[in-house]
């Protein structure tokens, strides 16, 4: 499998961090989707290897797989 993305290593960084269903995960970084958009992000304007802007549709739900926020985990 390869990526056309190369992802930023930021462990110890927990910034991307978020908490659902009780368990720590990390946040989908743009790109890193199951269903990837074009860059920049058609929702909130970010690139490849950035997180999602706060609300953006297009981020995907660690968790789950769905939308981010609107999936139902909490
Ligand atoms: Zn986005
Ligand atoms: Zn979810």
Request: hydrophobic share 20%; glycine share 16%; net charge negative.
């Amino acid at each position: 499998m390869a990526y056309a993305v190369t992802m930023p290593d930021d462990e110890g960084d927990t910034s991307d961090q978020i908490v659902l269903e009780g368990r720590t995960y990390r946040r989908v970084r743009f790109g890193g989707e199951r269903h990837r958009e074009d860059s920049p992000c058609p929702g909130c304007g970010t690139y490849y290897g950035d997180l999602h802007q706060p609300g953006c549709e297009c981020e995907e739900c660690p968790a789950c797989g769905g939308v981010a926020g609107d999936c139902g985990c909490r």
